[in-house]
């Protein structure tokens, strides 16, 4: 085991990883989790991920960090780092003169993220969230390297985020597609529950990658063949306007045409009732499942749906 040091103004944290490097020379693929830190399949799935590697079959380099958000995973904390409430997947490349978690995202950065020639980052749904497991990808020069893993990880849908009105910025993804580097963030589980199915799912994704790239050398591994994916050009975030007590009408997974009803946003008496209708036709791939919504609070991602396509 390693750990790398990041200097804070009033100490010291230490972020544990395991680094693998095989007999011989070949791509250098990184694996994270816990940018979140109470996505507990994702961190799951690496740590078991980490303990299985072993030089004898690996062609290359393995870098495995199963938690990088140590401070959220602690305290439970959903999304955010408590210490200046700040999401930690919307702060990189990071500062090095900043707050707490843009020092953090520096370090990630440097230590991790640019060293890399493959970066995959697990996630799952956070507490208050239901979700349906998807990939998503970013638009660079490298995007059909990303979108190739994307399509090897195996889930059942894919999504293609576009520079131009960007939703999720300052991601692990979106740095490494900044850089030149092939990446991916996996999504699989929900709610901060600790299932079975969905580490497994992440573990057949990950083992699916380093059989992709060639870093897994064992004779008696094979592909796992899933069916092909639903890719998404892009998606839509919708927000509340007001706090209040939301009423999911969909569930993840389920397709919507324009104007059907996605749920309801009311007073916490039941009044002033609102009703938030599909604005296209797609697919909501995460739901927040908590009625408490604050004002400008996120109800769901409602990805747009091209249909299938043949695997790569």
Do not use: C
Not at 90 to 115: D, K, M, W, Y
Not at 176 to 183: N, Q, T, V, Y
Not at 197 to 208: F, K, M, P
Not at 274 to 286: D, M, Y
Request: aromatic share 6%.
């Amino acid at each position: 085991m390693h750990e790398l040091i990041v200097p804070l103004p009033d100490g010291a944290l230490a972020v544990p990883y395991v680094e693998v490097a095989g007999k011989s020379a070949g791509p250098h693929l990184t694996v994270m989790a816990g940018v979140h830190g109470a996505e507990y399949t994702s961190i799951a799935a690496v740590r078991e991920f980490a303990r299985a590697l072993d030089p004898a079959w690996v062609h290359g380099r393995i870098t495995a960090v199963p938690v990088v958000n140590l401070l959220s995973f602690w305290e439970r904390s959903a999304f955010v780092v408590p210490l200046d409430e700040k999401n930690l997947n919307r702060s990189f490349p990071g500062n090095p003169g900043g707050t707490f978690t843009e020092v953090l995202a520096h370090h990630i950065t440097e230590a991790f993220i640019r060293p890399t020639d493959y970066l995959l980052d697990l996630h799952a749904g956070d507490l208050p969230e239901a979700l349906e497991p998807f990939v998503l990808y970013d638009e660079s020069p490298v995007e059909e390297q990303s979108r190739r893993l994307a399509h090897a990880y195996g889930l059942g849908h894919v999504v293609r985020q576009a520079r131009a009105g960007q939703t999720v910025g300052g991601s692990t993804s979106a740095v490494a597609a900044d850089l030149g580097i092939p990446s991916i963030t996996a999504e699989a589980g929900q709610n901060g529950i600790l299932d079975r199915v969905s580490v497994d799912r992440h573990l057949t994704g990950l083992a699916n990658i380093t059989r992709l790239l060639g870093i897994d050398t064992r004779p008696s591994s094979g592909t796992t063949v899933s069916a092909p994916p639903v890719e998404h050009d892009g998606w839509v975030w919708l927000r509340t306007t007001t706090a209040g007590w939301w009423e999911p009408a969909v569930a993840p997974g389920t397709d919507v045409d324009a104007g059907d009803l996605l749920g309801t946003v009311s007073g916490v008496l039941g009044d002033h009732r609102t009703e938030i209708r599909a604005p296209e036709a797609g697919v909501p791939l995460f739901v927040t499942s908590s009625p408490a919504v604050t004002a400008d609070g996120l109800l769901m991602g409602l990805a747009r749906t091209n249909g299938p396509v043949a695997q790569t």
